[in-house]
C-alpha cells in the first residue's frame, strides 16, 4: 500500500512539475524566479508526509470532530446512534449532485474563508499558519507547505460545516482534493488574474498578494475560491496590472528544514517573537 502511494504520488509530482515548470517559464509573475528557489527540497517532504501521514492525521482528526459533534447532537454515547445522525439522510442529499457540488464548494470556501482569517487575527493559530506563509518564492510546490495542524483544523471544521448543514461528510473525499489542486495552481509563479472572471474566482495573483509582505496587500484575499467572500467582508485587493514583489513573513524567521518547521510552532521562542502580521 506504502509503496504505491509513493509511486503515485511520485507520478503525480512529476507530471505537476512539468506541467508547472512549462507554465510558470512561459507566464512568469516573478521573472528570473528560479525553478529550484530556496527551500523546495523541504516542500517536497511536505508533498510526501502531508498526503500520506498529514492526511491520516487530518482523518483521524475529522473523525473524532464528528464523534463529538454527534454526542452532542444525539445526547447519547451510543456509536450507533451517533453513525445513524451523521449519515442521516437530509434533503440537500436528493438534489442533483451538479447542484449538490456547487453547493459543496461554496460552503467548504465559506469555512475556509473565515478559519482562514482566524488562523491570521489568533496568534496561538497564527503560529502555525506563518509556517505557510514563510516561503520567500511563492510557486506551485510552495502550496503543500502546510503544518499539519493547520490542515487537520481546516478539515474538521468543513467536515463539521457539512454535517451539521445535512451534507454527507464523504463529500469532503471530493472537496479536499478539489480545493488542494486549486490551491497548487493559485501558488503557481503566474502573472495570470484571469481578465474578466477576476473577481469570480481566485487567480494567481489573487492568491500571491494574499502571501506578500508588501502592506498594501496584508490581511487581504483569504479566500482559496470565490473572491465574492473577500468583496463581501471587505478584504478583498487586486489592483489592475500590478503584482507583488516581496513574500514570506516579518518578525522572527521560520526555519528552512521539515523538521524544525514541524516543531516551530511548539516553540516558546515563536511565541514570543512571531509576531501576526498587522491587522485592518
Ligand atoms: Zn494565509
Ligand atoms: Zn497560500
Known sequence: MLVVMTVTLTAVLAALSLLFLGL??????IRGQKHLRRGWRTDVIYWFIVSTIG??????????GIALLGILATQSLDRDAIKAWAMRDTPLQRQPWALQAFEILVLTDFVGYWSHRMF???PPAWRFHAIHHSSTEVDWLSAVRLHPINDAVSN???????VLVGFDAKTLAFAVPFFTLYAIALHANLDWSVGPLRYVVASPVYHRWHHTTEE???????AGLFPAYDLIFGTA????????????ISGEPVPDSFWGQL????????R????PPPSE
Open 55 to 64: 492526511k491520516w492525521f487530518a482523518r483521524a482528526i475529522v473523525l473524532l
Open 156 to 162: 474538521v471544521l468543513t467536515a463539521a460545516a457539512f
Open 263 to 270: 516543531i516551530y510552532p511548539f516553540r516558546p521562542a515563536a
Open 120 to 122: 491570521h487575527a489568533w
Open 272 to 275: 514570543a517573537t512571531l509576531a
Open 24 to 29: 510558470e517559464s512561459w507566464r512568469p509573475a
Open 237 to 248: 485587493y487586486l489592483p489592475k496590472g500590478q503584482q507583488p514583489r516581496k513574500f514570506g
Open 216 to 222: 498594501e496587500g496584508l490581511d487581504k484575499n483569504f
